[in-house]
């Protein structure tokens, strides 16, 4: 599948596609299922290659379906990455009850680099007014090595020492006409930073924060 944009003349590309799965059962049982495919880029020249084994349960009446020990790998690779691969590994179990309008992401592990974050979430009122509430955490981690992931050049610090120690606590509120995140607690080396920042108002663009920052 290509697309074209007439307008800047970038070209997207979905290449590679495959879905392999086998004893398919959508009246209450549970199937394996591999997912793949490919999405290239020319502007910014972008490869991006995703692989997804899962195993899945759906009840066709029930209108439910669920994910279950689902893993997906990310690789990107070009000119945001300076044409170094930097790969993701994402899992997670899901939910979605179509009845209920409602779906959810539970056990959600993100590991990136030196990074790993746990988090959850869980959606209401998809078709109508979508809403979202959530949590991450992470362990410590290098933030100093998250940053070399980055096409630009990190910055310099006379200390060796600098931005190897952090960590990052939050949770999330999305209502469709605000945005929250509350209980935050970050670490970054000796401080630490805890409050809340959001968007009362979408509409508006009415920005908050509130934070509290100490140095121990």
Known sequence: VS??????????QLADF????RDINL???SFPADLGFTVNSSAPRLQIVVNMDTTLSG???????QLNDTRATIEARGEPTNDKPIAATVRTNAELDLRADTARLDGIALELADLKVAGALA???LTNNPQAKGSLKSEPFNLRKLLELLPADPPQFSKDSALAHARFAADLLYTGTSAKLSNV????DGSRIKGSAGISNMAKQALFADFDIDRF
């Open 3 to 12: 697309y074209l944009d007439q307008g800047t003349g970038a070209s997207y």
């Open 18 to 21: 495959h879905l392999d799965s």
């Open 27 to 29: 009246q209450g049982g």
């Open 59 to 65: 009840d066709l009446a029930a209108e439910k379906f």
């Open 123 to 125: 959606l209401t009122q």
């Open 185 to 188: 607690d970050v670490e970054l």
